[in-house]
């Protein structure tokens, strides 16, 4: 009795059943928590020289945050060969909350040319940024607390701290703007009571705005303007304070 021959897959090229699949190893993988600080390393330095009157002013800085977009920080050193002094700044965000928790504080010189002098500042802020609802993206809202002193040789150290809250808005990332948007920041600072402290409110509206138009495709024309409102500083501190930082 003879057999029929047996044949394989009807479809030309293919398995008549399917290999069989690996046999994976659970036990080989691990879970571990998330551990941001080995991405924060400074890895890069960007050096500035700028030639002043009498002297060199150098500066360098970095920045740097980890793959989710959690933490980011930004940290700038400098020294100034005129008064032989040094100045640095580190600013902090965490974004692990609706609210971005922003953290800052710096240390730097001011040099009058005129006289001479060195005014020294320290300056810490503390604040929550956020979205507004029912606005676009474009606008942000911080709300914050400030403190910082001023020595000057021309009294004594001057000590300022309040509350804070600032209105922005810019579309420089917006893709339609090309890269010709418009920002403003309105500003203001309750400086408060107590012993040894320099009360006084401050308002400050800072707007910019970028022009492309009949240039060439990479440049811009950008033009800025800024005022600040003081009425209640002091008279004796507009030549400590009345300059950026009324």
């Not at 009498?54 to 060969?81: C, F, H, R, W």
């Not at 000057?152 to 010709?180: C, K, M, V, Y």
């Not at 970028?210 to 240039?215: F, M």
Request: charged letters at 15%.
């Amino acid at each position: 009795n003879a057999q029929p021959p047996t044949v394989g897959s009807v479809i030309p090229g293919k398995w008549p059943e399917p290999p069989a699949l690996p046999n994976i190893n659970t036990n080989e993988f691990s879970e571990e928590s998330y551990q941001p600080i080995k991405y924060l390393w400074p890895r890069y330095w960007i050096p500035f020289v700028y030639p002043v009157d009498k002297g060199v002013y150098l500066q360098g800085m970095t920045a740097q945050a980890d793959p989710v977009g959690i933490n980011a920080y930004s940290l700038a050193a400098a020294y100034d060969t005129v008064t032989g002094r040094g100045s640095f700044g580190i600013q902090y965000v965490n974004s692990s909350l609706p609210p971005d928790i922003e953290l800052g504080f710096a240390k730097s010189q001011q040099y009058l040319g005129a006289s001479g002098f060195v005014l020294d500042n320290q300056s810490a802020v503390g604040a929550l940024a956020f979205y507004l609802p029912g606005l676009s993206k474009h606008w942000r809202g911080t709300a914050g607390y400030t403190a910082d002193r001023i020595e000057s040789p021309f009294n004594s150290a001057i000590s300022r701290q309040g509350p804070l809250a600032t209105l922005a808005f810019s579309n420089w990332t917006d893709p339609r703007a090309e890269g010709a948007g418009t920002t403003l920041i309105l500003s203001h600072k309750q400086f408060l009571h107590g012993h040894g402290l320099l009360p006084y409110a401050r308002s400050e509206v800072d707007i910019s705005q970028a022009w492309k138009y009949g240039l060439p495709k990479t440049h811009r024309i950008v033009t800025a303007a800024r005022a600040s409102l003081a009425p209640d500083l002091p008279f004796g501190h507009l030549l400590n304070l009345g300059d950026g930082s009324v």
